[in-house]
């Protein structure tokens, strides 16, 4: 009864916002896009979170801009869509007999690396790694982060197989993208045995203006983290991520967006300290990129007392 109190609660609202931004809108853009949509895709009323879809509709728009108002934010990264992997999957053995020889992987998970320095290791990649911006990709990003990271005295292993290649060679598609990352994932766990952060690094689709901040002169690509709710992990990486969140705003002001809960896993169910980082959008420049990532590893150094 109450689910279906709330559903009612966040048509209701839904419409009524909806309505008033189509009279503010003097060249109706607003109401033209409304016609555009794909309902079903925005919203699953049967397992909508309502601070997601009030946020999405209150929260850094123009009203005079229809694609700020529902399309860019509320549609939210059609790039981060995952194919639900069962628990029990099976995933391939090998995606490339020589994956395994380069990488100096094998089947012995007692042969774990010493870390000599004793330092925190970091596991970083990147689902989506086609993901671009404006003048740079989120490989680069990516590399960007592990270098920041490497010099604040962290051991950052960066995964870089070809996702892409492992999905050509297995006959799967970019939807799912997460049978490839989750695969290296946890190989890289057995190598390791296990990680004191793990981050998939990637970068919304949403506009310019949404996903840029100006500060003292200094522009931003801003930051969000996407905690799924199917990992057995959502409780805590959804406080972690309210957390990190809280720390970057109070470091610099607005350059992280709020907390966007999605119905999926991310491969977060593999480990607690793990989190699915956007990283601007794709007008943002590498310079922004860089700024933002400066801002993160300060942060994301004190939350682990690196």
Do not use: W
């Amino acid at each position: 009864m109450k689910r279906n109190k709330d559903t009612s609660t966040i048509i209701i609202k839904l419409i009524s916002i909806i309505l008033f931004f189509v009279l503010l809108s003097p060249n109706g853009e607003v109401l033209t896009y409304l016609f555009k949509l794909d309902y079903s895709k925005m919203i699953n009323l049967n397992s909508a979170y309502p601070q997601n879809i009030i946020n999405s509709l209150v929260n850094e728009i123009d009203p005079n801009n229809g694609e700020s108002l529902l399309v860019s934010k509320m549609y939210l990264s059609h790039e981060i869509e995952e194919i639900p992997i069962e628990d029990d999957i099976i995933i391939p053995d090998t995606p490339d007999q020589n994956d395994d020889e380069n990488n100096g992987l094998n089947n012995d998970s007692n042969n774990i690396p010493s870390n000599p320095t004793n330092a925190k290791r970091i596991y970083i990649y990147s689902t989506h790694q086609s993901e671009e911006y404006a003048n740079s990709n989120v490989i680069e990003g990516s590399k960007y982060l592990r270098d920041k990271l490497q010099e604040l005295g962290y051991e950052v292993i960066l995964e870089e197989n070809d996702f892409i290649k492992y999905l050509n060679n297995n006959n799967l598609n970019y939807n799912q993208s997460y049978v490839a990352s989750r695969y290296y994932y946890q190989l890289a766990l057995k190598k390791y045995g296990s990680f004191d952060f793990v981050i998939d690094f990637h970068r919304d689709s949403v506009n310019k203006e949404i996903s840029t901040l100006s500060v003292n002169g200094k522009s931003y690509a801003k930051l969000m983290h996407v905690p799924g709710t199917l990992s057995s992990n959502y409780n805590y990486i959804y406080s972690m991520s309210e957390i990190l969140t809280s720390s970057l705003n109070s470091e610099v002001n607005g350059i992280c967006r709020n907390v966007f809960i999605r119905e999926s896993r991310y491969n977060q169910d593999l480990q607690q300290n793990s989190i699915l980082l956007e990283v601007g959008g794709p007008y943002n420049t590498y310079d922004e990129i860089k700024n933002s990532l400066d801002v993160y590893a300060k942060i994301l150094t004190k939350y682990l007392g690196g």
